[in-house]
Every structure is written in structure tokens, then in C-alpha cells.
């Protein structure tokens, strides 16, 4: 980043982020910041890089669908729209789709969704949960520190142990509309729940009446190892909504709902969701994924057996291990050797590159990791 950059930077943009580094071209699981200094790419924009940086799948539906067509509003039949969706239901083995520009938003759908169909308005979320930053999905979300300083907030909430189904139980009554549940805490650190957790949700939601709200937007879209984390477990849930990794970089959300529960005519809207250049992008990357998918899993073992010293944790290419207040220091030496990695929540290392890295990519990248973890 230049020095003028870090001037207009400091003078014109809110100070709600925290870096150093300017990152300005990518290709696959690499990017190069502007002093011309080449990383593995272990971050890959959160989760969002499914098919790295600048697929040239991606980019050509992109540039395609931007010659023909940039915007024409949810008031007409959107291109690429109805095709997605149908991707989504198939992949989901849900119903229909309704689209958002972030994962916010698409959990921001699943409450009004939740709402209006069941006529409660109390939600059950999970400590250390995350579900965005707007005041809905900030409502279901967890952590105090970004949490409390915007109460009161709507909808109510109420916040049980994640992995105990005994305080579920308790708390889910006729008045909870749903639950949200993301199936592996990605911003907690990546941290997987106990076995037969969501088959319990599952149960205790049936009834009660509640929905089983599942939170993919990190998890989803290959991520794991499956479409969805929740495919690991053999359970259906009433909602799943996705964003992150679902068009490659280029922003879009979704929540894909089962038979019966949909919004009706202006029950809800939105003016960019879902258009020519999202959808366009999400389908060419739905493509990409389908043919990387059966590698991802061998991937994330490759990683883990590497990193094994540290008693990682993981699922697929989402991999946390736990280093306590040396968290930032350790992000900083690998930074330095040409690796980016990201400390999640308490102190937690977490790594979620793009899946198309390669063996020798993640084999320097592990190499960096372990010395610098020491």
C-alpha cells in the first residue's frame, strides 16, 4: 500500500478494520501485495475464494454476462436467476431459493422467513454463534464485545452451550420460532460439535414446532468436504442459508427453504439480490466445485497430518488449531514467510484456503505454519 494510499485511507474511510497489507492481484491460492511479495493464500477473503482467486471459469461468466446484461431489478425475470436457484434446491435437496448480497442478509431472510410462517418471533442461537453484523443476525449472534454495545436488539434471543442438547431442550418451547445453528463455529475458531448434536436439534425442533435454521455461510459450498457440513450428518434442517463461497469473491447470499415454507408477494425484496453478474458468477463457480469436490476431503488430511504436532482440528480445508495469546504473533511470522493465515476467535489459528490448493502448496504452506507456531 502505497503512502498515499494509507493517507486517503486514514482521512476518508472509517477505522472499522485493521491491516497492513495491500493485496492487489491473485491467481488460484496465491495473491501478491503491492510491494510485489508473492503468499500462499490461506484466508482466501474468509472462506469466500472457493475456486481461488480469479478463476478464469468465473471470470468469463462474469465478463460474459457484464457485455450483455449488468442490472434489471427483481421487478423482471432476472438472467441466471431461475438456474441458480434450481442448483441451490438440488444441492440442498430442499425447495426454493430466495437470494441476498451477504450472509447477513440471507440470515437476516431466514428470521423474517421463521417469523411470518410460524407467527412466533423467539430464537435460540449458540454461545460463541456467529450470523453477521446487521441488528437481526447481530441479535442471534453471540459475542458480547461486538453484541452489547448495540442493544437492545430484535429479534429476542436466547444463547445455550453449543454441543448441549439437555439446555436446548429447556429453552425451546412454542413461543421459539427457530433455531440457528451453524454446523461447524467458524468464526469461534472451527469448532466441531459432539456426534449426534444435530440429530438432537433435529428432534427437540420437531417437537416444539420450531425451524432448524442452518447457518452454511462459511461452512457451505464444498468447504468440508460435502456441499454442506450438514451433509455429514445425515440431517435435513427447515432452512440453510449460504454466501461466503457460493460465486467465488463476487457477493451474493442465499437461504433455500423445504417444501411449504417460502415468502409470498412482498413479504420480502431486495434490489440488488440475485442479479445477472451474481447469479452468472455463482453458477460458474457451482461448476468449478462439482469437479474439485472428491479432492477436498484428501486435501484437508493432507493438512492435518502435517500440522498433527499442534492437534488440529478440521473438517475437509476448514482447519483450526488453538495457540492462545500467540495467535497474532504466529499470523504475523507466517505473513513474513509468505503464508496468510487468520486468528479466529480465542486465540484460534484458523485455516480456510481456497479449494483448488495444490499438494505442494499446502505442503509449504504447512512447513511455514510449524515453524512458526515453533
Given at each position: 500500500?502505497?503512502?498515499?494510499?494509507?493517507?486517503?485511507?486514514?482521512?476518508?474511510?472509517?477505522?472499522?478494520?485493521?491491516?497492513?497489507?495491500?493485496?492487489?492481484?491473485?491467481a488460484?491460492s496465491?495473491?501478491?501485495?503491492?510491494?510485489?511479495?508473492?503468499?500462499?493464500?490461506?484466508?482466501?477473503?474468509?472462506?469466500?475464494?472457493?475456486?481461488?482467486?480469479?478463476?478464469?471459469?468465473?471470470v468469463?461468466?462474469?465478463?460474459?454476462?457484464?457485455?450483455?446484461?449488468?442490472?434489471?431489478?427483481?421487478?423482471?425475470?432476472?438472467?441466471?436467476?431461475?438456474?441458480?436457484?434450481?442448483?441451490?434446491?438440488?444441492?440442498?435437496?430442499l425447495?426454493?431459493a430466495?437470494?441476498?448480497?451477504?450472509?447477513?442478509?440471507?440470515?437476516?431472510?431466514?428470521?423474517?422467513?421463521?417469523?411470518?410462517?410460524t407467527?412466533?418471533?423467539?430464537?435460540?442461537?449458540?454461545?460463541?454463534?456467529?450470523h453477521?453484523?446487521?441488528?437481526?443476525?447481530?441479535?442471534?449472534?453471540?459475542?458480547?464485545?461486538?453484541?452489547?454495545?448495540?442493544?437492545?436488539?430484535?429479534?429476542?434471543?436466547?444463547?445455550?452451550?453449543?454441543?448441549?442438547?439437555?439446555?436446548?431442550?429447556?429453552?425451546?418451547?412454542?413461543?421459539?420460532?427457530?433455531?440457528?445453528?451453524?454446523p461447524?463455529?467458524?468464526?469461534?475458531?472451527?469448532?466441531i460439535?459432539?456426534?449426534?448434536?444435530?440429530?438432537?436439534?433435529?428432534?427437540?425442533?420437531?417437537?416444539?414446532?420450531a425451524?432448524?435454521?442452518?447457518?452454511?455461510?462459511?461452512?457451505?459450498?464444498?468447504?468440508?468436504?460435502?456441499?454442506l457440513?450438514i451433509?455429514?450428518?445425515g440431517?435435513?434442517?427447515?432452512?440453510?442459508?449460504?454466501?461466503?463461497?457460493?460465486?467465488?469473491?463476487?457477493?451474493?447470499?442465499?437461504?433455500?427453504?423445504?417444501?411449504?415454507?417460502?415468502?409470498?408477494?412482498?413479504?420480502?425484496?431486495?434490489?440488488?439480490?440475485?442479479?445477472?453478474?451474481?447469479?452468472?458468477?455463482?453458477?460458474?463457480?457451482?461448476?468449478?466445485?462439482?469437479?474439485?469436490?472428491?479432492?477436498?476431503?484428501?486435501?484437508?488430511?493432507?493438512f492435518?497430518?502435517?500440522?498433527?504436532?499442534?492437534?488440529?482440528?478440521?473438517?475437509?480445508?476448514?482447519?483450526?488449531?488453538?495457540?492462545?495469546?500467540?495467535?497474532?504473533?504466529?499470523?504475523?511470522?507466517?505473513?513474513?514467510n509468505?503464508?496468510?493465515?487468520?486468528c479466529?476467535?480465542?486465540?484460534?489459528?484458523?485455516?480456510?484456503?481456497?479449494?483448488?490448493?495444490?499438494?505442494?502448496e499446502?505442503?509449504?504452506?504447512?512447513?511455514?505454519?510449524?515453524?512458526?507456531?515453533g
Amino acid at each position: 500500500m502505497t503512502e498515499d494510499s494509507r493517507v486517503l485511507d486514514a482521512r476518508y474511510y472509517m477505522p472499522a478494520f485493521g491491516r497492513t497489507m495491500k493485496i492487489v492481484r491473485g491467481a488460484g491460492s496465491r495473491v501478491w501485495d503491492d510491494q510485489g511479495r508473492e503468499y500462499i493464500d490461506c484466508v482466501a477473503g474468509i472462506a469466500v475464494c472457493s475456486t481461488g482467486h480469479c478463476h478464469p471459469a468465473v471470470v468469463d461468466a462474469i465478463c460474459n454476462q457484464a457485455r450483455q446484461l449488468i442490472h434489471c431489478s427483481n421487478l423482471y425475470y432476472v438472467p441466471n436467476q431461475a438456474e441458480l436457484a434450481e442448483r441451490l434446491v438440488e444441492i440442498t435437496g430442499l425447495s426454493k431459493a430466495f437470494f441476498s448480497n451477504s450472509g447477513a442478509e440471507a440470515n437476516e431472510g431466514a428470521i423474517k422467513l421463521a417469523r411470518i410462517r410460524t407467527g412466533r418471533k423467539r430464537f435460540v442461537a449458540f454461545v460463541h454463534g456467529f450470523h453477521g453484523r446487521t441488528c437481526g443476525s447481530l441479535a442471534i449472534t453471540h459475542k458480547p464485545a461486538i453484541r452489547e454495545p448495540f442493544e437492545p436488539l430484535s429479534p429476542p434471543c436466547t444463547f445455550v452451550d453449543y454441543g448441549d442438547l439437555d439446555a436446548l431442550a429447556e429453552v425451546v418451547d412454542k413461543d421459539t420460532a427457530g433455531v440457528f445453528v451453524e454446523p461447524i463455529q467458524g468464526e469461534a475458531g472451527v469448532l466441531i460439535p459432539p456426534d449426534g448434536f444435530f440429530r438432537g436439534i433435529r428432534d427437540i425442533c420437531d417437537d416444539a414446532g420450531a425451524l432448524m435454521i442452518v447457518d452454511e455461510v462459511q461452512t457451505g459450498m464444498g468447504r468440508t468436504g460435502k456441499w454442506l457440513a450438514i451433509q455429514h450428518t445425515g440431517v435435513t434442517p427447515d432452512i440453510v442459508t449460504l454466501a461466503k463461497g457460493l460465486a467465488s469473491g463476487f457477493p451474493i447470499g442465499a437461504l433455500v427453504a423445504r417444501e411449504g415454507l417460502e415468502f409470498g408477494r412482498s413479504e420480502h425484496g431486495s434490489t440488488f439480490a440475485g442479479g445477472p453478474l451474481a447469479c452468472a458468477a455463482a453458477l460458474a463457480t457451482i461448476g468449478v466445485i462439482e469437479e474439485i469436490l472428491p479432492d477436498v476431503p484428501a486435501k484437508g488430511e493432507r493438512f492435518m497430518k502435517g500440522l498433527s504436532t499442534h492437534n488440529p482440528r478440521g473438517r475437509g480445508l476448514m482447519i483450526g488449531i488453538s495457540v492462545g495469546e500467540r495467535c497474532p504473533e504466529v499470523q504475523n511470522t507466517c505473513a513474513e514467510n509468505g503464508v496468510l493465515v487468520n486468528c479466529a476467535a480465542d486465540g484460534n489459528l484458523r485455516l480456510i484456503p481456497p479449494l483448488v490448493i495444490t499438494d505442494e502448496e499446502i505442503d509449504t504452506a504447512v512447513g511455514v505454519i510449524n515453524a512458526a507456531l515453533g
